[in-house]
């Protein structure tokens, strides 16, 4: 699917979809608790569909509706070999490969589309043959393979590569019978690591965080079931609180500025660009002023870099943004997707590896984008900044199309039908 993108303003009010990041964590919760969990504030996204379809596999009973209900299969007997298929989702895949390992000594992870393209060997395999699990996959990608038992024990694991992969571990250790400690270098996306040690308690499972740097999990506790409310998305609200910023105004509801996600620092990233914001109770509202540029370290929020460009493609002077090398192992590698597209809307981008920034010359200023075809390289974010970033570069009788534009159903299916309902056309 295509999508062509006209000059206009924004004014509206727009929900925030449910985070796929909590709902994910969640319905892991739930399959590993006694009895059924009641999940209220859910939308659909392609990732948390196939989360959903995994716990599934692993014996979990959903009924299916605005507010699923789920009736978890605690680990008990190991079954035989199990594959499991995580579509496109890069956090169903390193979360549920160690929760897993309970139900079966023999497992296959799987996906599809990009997923295939994401390098898993650096995150996964010390950990697990550190607790004797056999490790392979395809030189590095997907499928990979598990044989083995999970063993509570002390083992040492790597975090620059971010929290998915630690989730699935700290998630999985509280079942086993005896302790663990896990002791994490260079901690990455440490927000995240909070969500899940946040889901988690609320299920009746502790996890002693000291500083991120060594984790205490006790053995033979339990996840109690009962009910969770999926707060909203701050990732997916990132690219319609940009579009108010660089378009007219904008409020955005079902937003939680206590919650744990890391792409809540939008808002503060927001005013420091000189947009007026006005943080509510459950929404943040966003109008257009004189935008100038920002400097940010995205290195616990790498999935803000799409709105963080489309923001600076519009401020006034050169934005730097941190934390380059989290982009390389996303749905696309990010950096060069991101130079490659927003520079045919005129935004001259530049990638430092050795200083692990990227820095976005702002084009306010330069003559408006008449045409352009940005390829999304299927990859949801690109393809919602770069419908934002444009909206306040475009000439007054130009418009662009954004291909592949059906990749947003990955995280946020409803992306253009909001984008339209607050579009008001020039």
């Known amino acids: 699917m295509n999508v062509t993108i006209q000059p ?13 990041s909590v709902a994910q964590r969640v319905f892991a919760a739930s399959l590993l608790s006694r009895g059924e969990t009641l999940v209220t504030g859910y939308t659909e996204s392609n990732d948390s569909t196939a989360a959903l379809e995994i716990i599934q ?79 392979s996959d395809n030189n590095g990608f997907l499928p990979v393979n598990l044989q083995g038992q999970l063993s509570a024990k002390e083992i040492t694991a790597d975090g620059s590569g971010g929290s998915q992969f630690l989730s699935g571990i700290l998630m999985a250790l509280p079942l086993l019978p005896g302790d663990s400690v896990v002791r994490l270098r260079n901690p990455k996306s440490k927000p995240y690591i909070d969500l899940t040690v946040n ?23 339990h996840y109690a079931c009962g009910s969770f409310n999926i707060e909203g998305d701050w990732s997916g609200a990132s690219c319609l609180l940009v579009a108010g910023a660089v378009a007219g105004e904008i409020e955005v509801t079902n937003l939680d500025y206590q919650s744990h996600q890391a792409d809540k620092r939008i808002v503060e990233i927001l005013a420091a660009a000189g947009a007026d914001v006005e943080i509510k109770a459950s929404s943040v509202k966003v109008s257009k002023n004189g935008l100038k540029s920002f400097d940010f370290d995205a290195s616990d929020s ?16 050169v934005s730097r943004i941190g934390g380059l090398g989290r982009l390389s192992t996303k749905e696309s590698n990010r950096a060069e997707t991101l130079n490659s597209e927003f520079g045919k809307l005129g935004i001259r981008i530049e990638l430092n590896e050795y200083e692990d920034c990227m820095t976005v010359e702002g084009c306010t200023t330069k003559s408006r984008i008449k045409k352009a075809v940005i390829n999304s390289h299927n990859d949801h974010r690109i393809a919602m900044s770069a419908a934002v970033g444009a909206l306040g570069l475009l000439d007054s009788e130009a418009e662009i199309v954004i291909e592949q534009a059906d990749c947003v159903n990955k995280s946020y299916p409803g992306f253009w039908k909001d984008i339209d309902t607050i579009r008001c056309y020039k």
Do not use: H, W
């Open 302 to 317: 790498p999935d803000l870099f799409p709105a963080l460009v489309a923001l600076a493609a519009n401020c006034e002077g």
């Open 57 to 135: 596999n692993l014996g979990a009973r959903i009924k299916s509706g605005n507010n699923p209900v789920i009736k978890g299969n605690p680990p008990a007997a190991k079954t035989a070999a199990l594959r499991l298929d995580c579509g496109e989702s890069g956090l169903s895949s390193r979360l549920f490969a160690p929760l897993s390992l309970l139900y079966s000594e023999n497992v296959t992870i799987n996906g599809r589309g990009s997923l295939l393209k994401r390098p898993f060997s650096g995150l996964m395999r010390s950990p697990f043959e550190q607790m004797g699990i056999k490790y």
């Open 199 to 221: 889901v988690a308690s609320k299920f009746g499972v502790a996890i002693e965080n000291e500083n991120y740097g060594v984790f205490r999990i006790r053995g033979r506790q």
């Open 8 to 20: 206009s303003a924004i004014n509206g009010k727009i929900p925030a979809p449910c985070s796929k």
